[in-house]
C-alpha cells in the first residue's frame, strides 16, 4: 500500500460518492481518480487497466458535458432507462473489444493477467458510457464488474485498492437504488396546476 494508492482511494470514493448523489463535480474529481491509478496499474503490469483509466480521462469530459444538460434547479441530473437496443450493441461492442484487447496484450506485452484485465476494461467502458448518458442499468453493470475487480486486485496484492472496489459495489448498489427511485419520481405524473420547469 502506497501513499499513492490512498490518494487514488480518496479520490474515487469522493467521485463514485457525487456520482450517485447526480452532481455533476463528479467528473473533474474522477480525472483526478483515474490518472492517479492509471500510474498505478502500469507498475503492476495492468495495462489493460492502465490504458482504461487513460480513455476514462476523456470520458470525464463527455460525461460532464453529457450531465451539463437536462439537470434540475437544484443542480442534478435526471436519469433514463436504458433502450435494449443500445443495451445489446453496446454489450457486443464491450465484448468484441475485450477479445480484441485481450489478443494484443496476450501477443505483445508482458500482462499479468490480459484475459480477464481485458475484459473487465472493455465492460467498463461500456458501464461509463451507459452512466455518461445517464442510463440507471449502468449501476447494474458497475456492481458485477466491481465484484469480480476485487479478485483481480487480491490477486495482485493490492489490498487497498481491492477494498476501494468492494467499497464501488456498496455504492452501486446505492446508486442503483438511488436512480431507481428517481427514475420512479420522474415518471409521476404532475399535480393539476403544477409547472414544468425547462
Same mark, same amino acid.
Given at each position: ?28 474529481v ?23 483509466q487513460?480513455?476514462?480521462a ?17 443542480g ?10 443500445? &443495451? ?31 475484459? +473487465?476494461?472493455? +465492460?467498463?467502458?461500456?458501464?461509463? #458510457? ?6 440507471? &442499468? ?15 486486485? +487480491? #490477486?495482485?496484492?493490492?489490498? +487497498? ?8 459495489v ?7 437504488l &438511488? ?20
Amino acid at each position: 500500500m502506497s501513499t499513492l494508492e490512498i490518494i487514488a482511494v480518496l479520490f474515487n470514493i469522493l467521485g463514485v460518492w457525487l456520482t450517485t448523489q447526480r452532481i455533476r463535480w463528479c467528473w473533474p474529481v474522477s480525472v483526478v481518480a483515474v490518472l492517479l491509478y492509471a500510474w498505478i496499474f502500469f507498475d503492476v503490469k495492468l495495462y489493460c487497466d492502465m490504458l482504461l483509466q487513460l480513455v476514462f480521462a476523456v470520458l470525464q469530459g463527455y460525461g460532464w458535458w453529457r450531465w451539463s444538460q437536462g439537470y434540475s434547479v437544484a443542480g442534478k441530473v435526471g436519469v433514463q432507462r436504458l433502450p435494449r437496443r443500445e &443495451a445489446i450493441v453496446s454489450l457486443a461492442a464491450g465484448l468484441a473489444g475485450a477479445v480484441l484487447l485481450g489478443a494484443v496484450m496476450q501477443r505483445y506485452t508482458d500482462a499479468s493477467a490480459p484475459w480477464i484485465d481485458a475484459l +473487465l476494461s472493455s +465492460l467498463s467502458l461500456v458501464a461509463s #458510457f451507459w452512466a455518461a448518458r445517464k442510463y440507471v &442499468a449502468s449501476w447494474g453493470l458497475w456492481i458485477v464488474l466491481d465484484s469480480a475487480y476485487v479478485g483481480l486486485f +487480491l #490477486f495482485k496484492d493490492l489490498q +487497498l485498492t481491492a477494498a476501494l472496489y468492494a467499497g464501488f459495489v456498496v455504492l452501486a448498489a446505492y446508486g442503483l437504488l &438511488a436512480w431507481r427511485n428517481e427514475l420512479l419520481a420522474q415518471q409521476q405524473p404532475l399535480p393539476a396546476g403544477a409547472e414544468v420547469v425547462p
